[in-house]
């Protein structure tokens, strides 16, 4: 399987993130990446390969053009106020508060758009995202092209980035910006199976409303983990997207068991949306052994993910999001793709 | 002019506020409202008096039962947790996500209610927030029985709390809590004049679609300025309320004949809606050496500010918000009454 994959990744590292009553460094940082490459070149997986420059235009046909064009200046904005470090909100926008205007300082920007105080923007920030959704496309148009398999190594991750917002370490959608692509590149209907311990609130929100893109996530119960506002099991899409939404929220420690029936259900409702091909909102933070999260995966489980997910016998783009046990992020995220690669022997190419 | 005021606001105290990329000493501390009393009573305004209890119904009258029980309870859940410090929000309630459900959570419910991560709920944040209320509450009883005017010494403040959020160091919207009082009591239209450098997002939350109280605010444009989201001019009230909410928001570096020239038209507008009572949401973050605010009055315009406000000729109910100058707060806070108090020799008491 090839690995698309750019060191314009380091361009982003966060100052730290403010949770729980603290300011703590950083979990989402650029060793997670590299240490899950040195893993790839390990076992051989495949080659390595930079990404490829696209237009804007394929990141605003799913995000809104004001989003990016804040991503874009926000940290210029930001220094022109003399400030130091990166850009953070220091209100955000709840109870009572508009989003429905534009403009406005950066901090009404940040108010408007960010949705937590872990997702800085520095003056590096937009590179880094900008790479990272190109790998996500160098990816999808490898797979309109004929792969059967490939694996974006995105950084930062994008699952949290809705159509006007951002958070949770994520700046721009990359699975979203993929599955977009497919659309425009000749595939009828794309699936997303998400299987980072997170909700994927943003790609929920970017195709709530479609019936071309199938969402469907296996995460820990909002009612207790970020984004904690969506992900409910009663989200089933809306207008022409409705029954194209499934959210499989599960309990507080959470192991392989039952977790692997909810993916058995993902795939299941997957296959009968009968999708042209599949991408994987890939995280490992299902792990036991992760810093911020409560399920309890071991290792060796992520190779039976992989398994089942080519169980589907489609055109597959992985796109990497979380996962914070950096010891063991290399192994946990490979084992996916070995799994899925010893099992796909039979994997078809698109032939749309 | 009676002060209404307990020590009671001493049980709340901010362990810090994350703004601007860092975690700092909060800006709302317990000294605030002891400098005010002690000049108090350095220039013999009157007589200061503790409190009554009033029942938990005047609350709830103006916020959601549930935000009411959430408050009382959050520090207690997030304890249960083993989790030490005081409860702040790790994600916020911006684009995309849903404030639709109750229940979760701490952090759901934090995520849910909250709107900035300035606001922390200690142990006992609760008691401090209901004997500030109850301030309020009594400076407006003292106002239903005829006293012509009252100052709440209200700790912490209020007009960031809304009908179902808080933030901005505000848990209780007494300003809010003291007018529905006033309506409850015979009195059948309020004006609030919010004259706090930040807009009153929380009260024209409350009552934005009610005709019987007239809000109006002069304060820093939200383009720039926190809360951001809420307090632009184009924002006049809906279906009965239509009409009957004005915000006057002024740029940086706004001085006296600016902020003054606001003022003017916000007591014209006052004056208009013929109420039978005026509530003052009574900030001195306007003063030009506030820590965090950025316009430029001087303490002597404090005094005109006072005499202004009683040009109305109304019962007039002063509740403490905003101000951070820790060494000028009791001056430019008592000018204000001070100036009132000289001018307001004519001014009647309620006959409802």
Known sequence: MRTIY?????????????GFGEFVPAFEKPERVEIILDRIREVGLGAVEPPKEFPLEHITSVHAPFLIDFLRTAHAEWSALRRPGAAYPIAFAGGGLRRD????????????????????????????ALAS???????????????????????????HAGADHYGGYC?????????????????????????????????????YSRGDVYFVS?????DFEYPFLLGYADETGAGAGEGANLNLPLPEGTGWDRWAAALDQ??????????DAVVVSLGVDTYRGDPISRFRLDSEDFLRIGERLASLKLPTLFVMEGGYAIDQIGINTVNILQGFGGAARSVPRVSA
């Not at 901090?107 to 949705?115: E, M, P, Q």
């Not at 959608?173 to 609130?201: E, F, M, P, S, T």
């Open 133 to 159: 959704a190109n790998c996500a496309l160098t990816a999808a148009a490898l797979i309109a092209q004929g792969e059967s398999a490939v694996f974006a190594l995105c950084r930062p991750p994008g699952h």
């Open 171 to 207: 700046f721009l959608n990359n699975a979203a910006i993929a599955a977009q692509y497919l659309r425009d590149h000749g595939l009828k209907k794309v699936a997303i199976v998400d299987v980072d311990y997170h909700h994927g609130n943003g790609t929920q929100n970017i195709f």
């Open 6 to 18: 750019s060191d314009q990744h380091r361009l982003h590292v966060s100052p730290g993130e403010f």
């Open 218 to 222: 296996i995460h820990a119960d909002p």
């Open 101 to 128: 205007r534009i403009g406005g300082s950066v901090d009404t920007k940040l108010a408007r758009y960010c949705i937590d105080a872990a997702t800085p923007i520095t003056a590096t920030t937009w590179r880094a």
């Open 266 to 275: 993902a795939l299941a409702a997957a296959r009968r949306f009968a999708p």
